[in-house]
């Protein structure tokens, strides 16, 4: 087991006393690091009885994924229900706008409804962390729609804390990348499909098995731009030409390697000035 240093110790008493100043907790979860820390810690210090959590088997969520989900919670003994989001079917969604994100979130809070009047004494939770708030991100306008609760960015937990703190406890994807859902791959205005998300899925596990752990396959509708960390680019080049057949072999007319490297929220960039403008 890892040390935490006093910093993280004394944010993590605060974290105590946020959960344990509540009856019981529904955590809207997705196997990512940050809800899981959440749900862990809501098992943790509220009891199992009182710490339910809630993934929904969508599209653009990656296979993997729910299935690292599923074993979290067989592994810490918590209590987990799952949902289907429809969001793909909203036109306000799959027209993939700017605030694509606001209406993914709608579609999951109001889902949690009818979790939640089962538990009604219950605080619905989400894996807010405290860094989320430096970035355009229009789901958390949903998550306010809602009431919904975010302990981490709450006791002001940022994410190199929230993965200390993830370490500390051995959870088992406490380095894991981040994996955002996979219709963040899709350029804003370009309409969101169900082969679009398989496509950018096996691509991506395709690059996996390859040995890029940390990958974006954009999908740009006939060809793909390949994203990994700067200090893997030169590696990636120089298998373009395997690289290239397989993705080919997945339906994209051709892939591109983007020479920059992997940057979290790059597509974000396009609509800045829009959103500076819009405030």
Wanted: charged residues 25%; negative net charge.
């Amino acid at each position: 087991m890892s040390v935490l240093t006093i910093q993280i110790q004394q944010k993590l008493g605060e974290l105590e006393k946020w959960y344990k100043s509540r009856k019981g907790s529904i955590v809207a979860f997705s196997g990512g690091i940050d809800s899981t820390l959440v749900l862990f810690l809501a098992r943790k210090f509220q009891g199992r009885e009182n710490a339910v959590g809630v993934i929904s088997n969508s599209e653009s969520l990656k296979k993997k994924d729910f299935e690292l989900a599923q074993e979290i919670c067989s592994q810490f003994d918590i209590y987990l229900e799952i949902i289907k989001t429809n969001e793909l079917a909203d036109e306000r969604y799959n027209v993939n706008p700017v605030n694509r994100c606001f209406f993914c979130k709608e579609h999951l809070y109001s889902d949690l409804s009818a979790v939640k009047n089962k538990y009604p004494d219950f605080d619905v939770l989400n894996g807010t962390n405290f860094d989320d708030f430096g970035d355009y991100r229009p789901g958390l306008q949903a998550a306010s729609n809602h009431e919904i609760l975010s302990p981490m960015a709450d006791c002001k937990i940022a994410k190199e804390e929230l993965r200390q703190l993830a370490r500390y406890f051995e959870l088992p994807n406490w380095d894991k990348p981040a994996s955002p859902c996979l219709s963040s791959r899709i350029p804003y205005n370009h309409v969101i499909t169900r082969q679009k998300l398989q496509q950018v899925e096996d691509a991506e596990n395709m690059l996996n098995e390859m040995g890029f752990s940390d990958v974006r396959v954009r999908h740009y509708d006939s060809y793909g731009k390949i994203e990994v960390p700067s200090e893997e680019v030169e590696r990636l080049v120089l298998m373009q030409d395997e690289v290239t057949a397989r993705i080919t072999s997945l339906g994209f007319e051709k892939c591109v390697i983007d020479t920059e490297g992997l940057v979290s929220g790059k597509l974000n960039r396009a609509i800045k000035n829009q959103i500076n403008t819009s405030n």
